[in-house]
């Protein structure tokens, strides 16, 4: 089994209990049901209670197991399935025992932000009353039983539990019980934990299903019918397979859990997944005496100690997927020492390698434009001086060297600037002005206590983007006639302030379809945060591609898709 995070359970140890008392309940020590335990609501009526109740173990953990009423309440708005927690091993447990446990009921909550799971703890004792039992029937998650909502994550901020249209009073109605992921369609490869997630049904019902098999997020819309399948030793048999999207992984049984801000369906059986034929996207946007194509790609910080692999796979792409763009904007450029932080700013090796891998693959000589940052001035991976950088095909478009400069005021403290250049085509003079925002690391989960959830840095993002649209209007204000192409990883979706305040500029991202509107898979949702935006004068002359070859697949070489506009301009 890989090294993977370590499952909620594991945290018990440190188990945050929350506080609260609940008058007119008998337990300490009486015999109730799981399904009471549960309650019809996130937490439980029995907090802090010492009961004692009795259920098939139907998986088994290690530090732990997950019991389950052999018949249930046949009532949806209550879970029959708890886990009871050991803290070791419990060797003498088997599944399919019939075990009694006397505990003390815990609301654990596994990261701050997340809900919690209900649990039996405080050294629970347990006896086994007779063995070898059926397992209890899984709930079947699809059309011939229990079908996810499919729009609302959370639309009142738990005030009422609704799990036929709130997925995450859903999912609650389902912890520690077993289920079977009907028809389970991959929309995301597997994560760096192995993790994938599904719609069920082969998507049919799903919404904002993309025509290579995503499921993207719109504004109203963020897929509460996404379900997380995870392995965990040694509940699962075997490691989740390697898929890609669009890999069906046919009925998947497991526990339903929760960890990390996600709603996870530990796998108890093992399953084959059926391959499709997904193949990486080469786009039709080609240079030619005409039309200058330009292209946004974040390389994921590239550096000169990264595999040669790295460095010729995305020359591969550069040549073949991106068909050789006349410039192409890119993101987390590192230094020559990359994460060493020895005071190195200069990246020409990080630039040259890269060159000489394209050459190598008898592609165009790039040059690269540049400037490096002061010294741990623009976050990123420690000691790597992130920046963005240029390539640019000096045999197709000039460089007007004077016009190179960042934009610095304070919404870029601490953060990577936008690095502005203009280039000469056909006797049209283009401004390019690359940029890469400032993270969302550190949102709450969609899944999580806050609703809606926080959306990190979206106030500094909005600042850098005024601030770049401050620049815009300056460059329109002294030309009206100024060709100007805004691009780069704004890490912020199409329909949020940050993008939407951009109002001197058309955000080429729209032009596309809502479904196929995505660069970046994060828990299985896609969705657009590279874009390029270009003034409205060159909207009707300008095409733009979303070019698929890394997010859907389990080996990428960066965690995002190279965008690229075309653009005709006669001399």
Do not use: W
């Amino acid at each position: 089994m890989k090294i993977k995070r370590i499952n909620l359970i594991i945290f018990l140890a440190a188990v945050i209990i929350i506080q609260g008392c609940f008058s007119g309940i008998k337990a300490q020590g009486s015999q109730v049901k799981i399904y009471a335990i549960q309650g019809e609501q996130h937490q439980t009526p029995y907090l802090d209670k010492t009961v004692t109740t009795t259920g098939i173990v139907t998986a088994i953990a290690s530090n732990g197991f997950y019991l389950q009423d052999s018949i249930g309440d046949k009532n949806n708005l209550t879970s029959d399935g708890i886990f009871v927690f050991t803290r070791t091993n419990p060797r003498s447990i088997k599944q399919g025992d019939l075990v009694e446990v006397t505990g003390k009921v815990n609301e654990f909550i596994p990261k701050p932000n997340n809900l919690s799971v209900t649990n039996l703890a405080d050294n629970p004792r347990f006896k086994i009353v007779s063995r070898d039992h059926d397992l209890p029937m899984g709930i079947i998650l699809g059309i011939n039983e229990r079908q996810p909502p499919t729009e609302v994550i959370d639309d009142d901020n738990f005030a009422v539990f609704d799990p036929d249209t709130d997925g995450v009073d859903f999912y609650e109605t389902l912890e520690g019980m077993r289920v079977i992921v009907q028809d389970a369609l991959a929309v995301s490869s597997n994560n760096s934990f192995g993790e994938i997630y599904t719609v069920v049904d082969g998507g049919i019902n799903a919404t904002g299903i993309s025509e290579r098999g995503t499921i993207n997020i719109n504004i109203n819309d963020y897929n509460p019918e996404r379900i997380q399948i995870d392995d965990q030793s040694p509940i699962s048999p075997k490691e989740t397979p390697t898929v890609k999207v669009g890999d069906r992984l046919g009925d998947v049984t497991g526990i339903v859990s929760y960890n990390f801000g996600n709603y996870e369906v530990i796998a108890t059986d093992s399953t084959a997944p059926r391959q499709i034929d997904l193949q990486p996207e080469i786009t039709e946007l080609i240079p030619t005496s005409e039309a200058l194509t330009i292209a946004s790609y974040n390389v994921l910080n590239l550096a000169p100690d990264n595999p040669q692999e790295k460095f010729e796979a995305i020359a591969k792409q550069i040549i073949t997927n991106l068909r050789t763009p006349d410039i192409i904007a890119l993101q987390e450029i590192q230094d020559n020492s990359g994460a060493l932080d020895d005071g190195v700013v200069d990246a020409s090796q990080t630039y040259e390698t890269l060159i000489a891998a394209i050459i190598n693959q008898k592609g165009v000589k790039y040059n690269y434009l540049d400037i490096p940052p002061s010294n741990g001035s623009d976050g990123g991976q420690p000691g790597g001086n992130i920046r963005v950088g240029y390539l640019y095909n000096p045999a197709r478009v000039e460089l007007i060297t004077d016009s190179v400069e960042r934009i610095e005021t304070d919404a870029f403290v601490d953060t990577r600037k936008p690095l502005i250049a203009t280039f000469r085509f056909n006797n049209n003079n283009i401004t390019v002005i690359n940029n890469h925002l400032t993270s969302k690391g550190g949102s709450s989960p969609l899944f999580g206590q806050i609703q809606p959830p926080i959306n990190n840095n979206q106030e500094t993002r909005e600042a850098q983007t005024e601030a770049i649209n401050n620049y815009v209007k300056t460059i329109l204000l002294q030309n009206p006639q100024a060709k100007l192409v805004v691009l780069g990883d704004f890490n912020e979706f199409e329909f949020l302030p940050p993008l939407t305040q951009l109002t001197t500029l058309a955000n080429l991202t729209e032009t596309l379809p809502e479904n196929e509107r995505y660069t970046y898979i994060f828990e299985g949702n896609s969705q657009a945060i590279d874009h390029i935006l270009v003034n409205p004068s060159l909207l009707p002359i300008t095409t733009y591609d979303i070019v698929h070859t890394n997010v859907e697949f389990s080996e990428l070489v960066s965690d995002h898709e190279p965008v690229i506009c075309r653009i005709i301009l006669t001399s």
